[in-house]
């Protein structure tokens, strides 16, 4: 009788720790999902600005995006979305690697990474690689970006 | 009867905008907050207090130098709390904006460092700051940073 209860305690445990694993890898499966959704939206945010698709920027940027540039211009929405729109301002190349997603949530995700440009913004060769911190939200069930910080990697 | 429904009624329209107030913080008290979340983070680096930062960044807090330089939480802290670490006398934060999105807030502010380094070499410069605010647990966290240095007025 003690063994029979000894061992359904047993068989319960492992029950509740397989559960608890379960739990545990399918949340994290969850994450990796989610932190593979914002690398994508990094491509196509960088996509859309070599493009020149404001129509994609107005979808991807949430209304109080803001954005400082190498140099320290602050930007807001529109003001990024007229100078994407600006035929003086070339972008030959830009695109993200390194991808390093930092933090996620279910509404937040923050994410590091290395951003290669070539191109000339009004007579400014902005030749050269940049670490970038970008911030993206969920607003009604899909992820909007929020914002970008951008910094030059000096040699 | 009716009177007690009359009152009851009268109190359920009394309460419930205070109950709706309460579970919607007021976004400009909650900007409010940030604003001093900022000054109180700049001050916690300028004297080196270490406990502070502990609790305050995030575990996931990154910080990019304007040269491009990136420090993780850990790295950050061990050159705040190493014997080379710097000598900062004037590190003040202007011009906040506060971009509030539920649990995440993006600051931008002008940020003005006067110190040296642990050699003696000049860090003394003006700065737009790009920081990153998220809300875990109900507190505020420091979780990143972009500095970028702004060229000298002539």
């Keep these: 009788m003690k063994f029979a209860y000894g061992s359904a305690a047993y068989v ?25 959704t914002i690398a994508v939206m990094d491509h196509i945010w960088l996509n859309a600005a070599h493009n020149r698709d404001p129509g994609t920027m107005e979808w991807l940027f949430a209304k109080d995006f803001v954005e400082i540039h190498p140099g320290g211009e602050i930007v807001d929405k529109k003001e990024q979305i007229d100078q994407i729109r600006d035929p003086s301002r070339q972008i030959k190349e830009i695109h993200p690697d390194d991808i390093d997603v930092r933090y996620i949530s279910s509404d937040v995700a923050m994410l590091l990474d290395t951003t290669t440009i070539r191109g000339l913004s009004g007579g400014v060769d902005y030749n050269g690689t940049y670490k970038v911190i970008r911030v993206f939200v969920k607003e009604q069930g899909r992820w909007k970006a929020a914002g970008a910080g951008i910094a030059p990697i000096k040699p | ?34 604003k001093k979340f900022d000054h109180n983070w700049l001050d916690a680096e300028k004297r080196l207090d270490i406990a502070y930062c502990e609790k305050n960044f995030a575990d996931s807090y990154v910080l990019v130098f304007p040269n491009g330089q990136v420090y993780t939480k850990k790295q950050w802290l061990d050159i705040l709390r190493g014997p080379d670490h710097p000598v900062i006398t004037f590190l003040d934060p202007e011009d906040i904006k506060v971009h509030l999105h539920g649990n995440v807030a993006i600051l931008t502010d002008h940020t003005t460092l006067k110190g040296h380094d642990s050699k003696g070499n000049s860090m003394d410069g003006e700065f737009n700051v790009f920081r990153v605010v998220i809300k875990k647990d109900g507190n505020w966290q420091a979780a990143g940073v972009v500095m970028n240095a702004l060229a000298a007025k002539k």
Aim: charged letters at 15%.
């Design chain 1, 12 to 36: 319960l445990v492992i029950i509740a720790t397989a559960a608890l694993a379960l739990g545990q890898s399918s949340k994290k499966t969850a994450e990796n999902d989610e932190a593979g």
């Design chain 2, 1 to 34: 009867m009716k009177g007690f429904q009359l009152t009851a009624l009268a109190a359920i329209l009394m309460f419930a905008p205070l109950a709706f107030a309460q579970t919607q913080p007021n976004s400009s008290a909650e900007e409010e907050t940030l």
